[in-house]
């Protein structure tokens, strides 16, 4: 019985040691696993491969499967073709440019897949103006705005419109760019909350190029900057796409930080000039 009492002390201290590290093990979340949707016309795609899944991983905990498809403007990525193809993932990234994509029932699956799920979407530059000809809006609410041209490239300002809002914490109050391809916006549906704009000389009016959205169930962070590498390689975009990113995720501070679990490697230049390992990597069917 004093062996028993000696060493029953030690016994509960491990006892509750243990149930607390498997409490922290179960507050600290997995690594997010996220789908980089990309290609089509008009853009160095390889090198934004890398720009995106580096530099977002530097800022937010997640790994990568990425869809890099052809050059053409009528591809229909095959990813889509699967029923479950969003299920895997935490979160998808679309850096695509089809515009000449038609199929209607098509494009409406790519949105439903969001808005029933919930994963949300981060939406690039030339996403906006992919499926522009197909016969429905369903790609443009989920997108948040509705975009079919752009303007002649110029120098723009990148306006902060919600300086308070945690997305935006860090980013320049105005942020000069010496060339953009700055995004006509026709349309900027209900849900949609613009964060930053830009005045467009060749319309003589500002045109929203930073918000967020919500459709259905799924959570969108929008930008139509990212034309050039030159701008998408860049603290300043990488750190709002990563909190834009972290927002959706319901993983955003209220002060821009990532909430406990969700921060990245570390901030660190990305080489261009260095093969990209992720551009040939391709996602799994759903559930392997």
């Known amino acids: 019985m004093s062996r028993f009492r000696t060493y029953s002390p030690v016994w509960a201290l491990l006892a509750v040691l243990a149930i607390c590290t498997s409490a922290v093990a179960e507050d600290v979340p997995k690594k997010l696993k996220g789908l980089l949707i990309t290609g089509g016309c008009c853009h160095d795609y390889p090198n934004q491969v890398k720009i995106i899944t580096e530099g977002l991983s530097q800022r937010v905990n997640i790994d990568w499967d990425v869809?890099?498809?052809g050059s053409g403007k009528d591809i229909k990525v095959p990813v889509y073709e699967n029923h479950d193809w969003i299920k895997p993932y935490d979160v998808v990234v679309h850096n695509e440019c089809y515009g000449d994509v038609k199929d209607v029932e098509f494009v409406e699956g790519i949105v439903k897949?969001?808005?029933?799920?919930?994963?949300?979407?981060?939406?690039?530059h030339c996403?906006?103006?992919s499926y522009r000809n197909a016969d429905t809006d369903e790609w443009r609410k989920l997108l948040g705005v509705t975009s079919r041209s752009h303007e002649s490239h110029h120098p723009i300002d990148v306006?902060?419109?919600a300086s308070d809002d945690p997305i935006m914490t860090g980013f320049p109050k105005v942020w000069k760019r010496p060339v953009a391809e700055l995004y006509k916006i026709e349309k900027q549906w209900p849900k949609m909350k613009p964060l930053a704009q830009a005045y467009g000389k060749d319309t003589d009016k500002d045109?929203?190029?930073?918000?967020?959205?919500?459709y259905g169930k799924a959570k969108v962070f929008g930008t139509t900057l990212g034309h050039h590498n030159e701008t998408m390689n860049t603290d300043e975009w990488l750190g709002v796409v990563s909190r834009g990113m972290l927002w959706t995720l319901d993983a955003l501070n209220e002060d821009g930080t990532a909430k406990a679990g969700y921060a990245g490697t570390g901030v660190a230049e990305i080489d261009l000039s260095k093969p990209n390992p992720d551009a040939g990597k391709s996602p799994k069917p759903a559930g392997k």
């Open 67 to 69: 869809a890099l498809t």
């Open 113 to 124: 897949a969001h808005t029933e799920t919930g994963v949300p979407a981060i939406v690039v």
């Open 127 to 129: 996403s906006m103006h």
């Open 159 to 161: 306006v902060t419109l």
């Open 207 to 214: 045109h929203a190029v930073i918000w967020t959205n919500q």
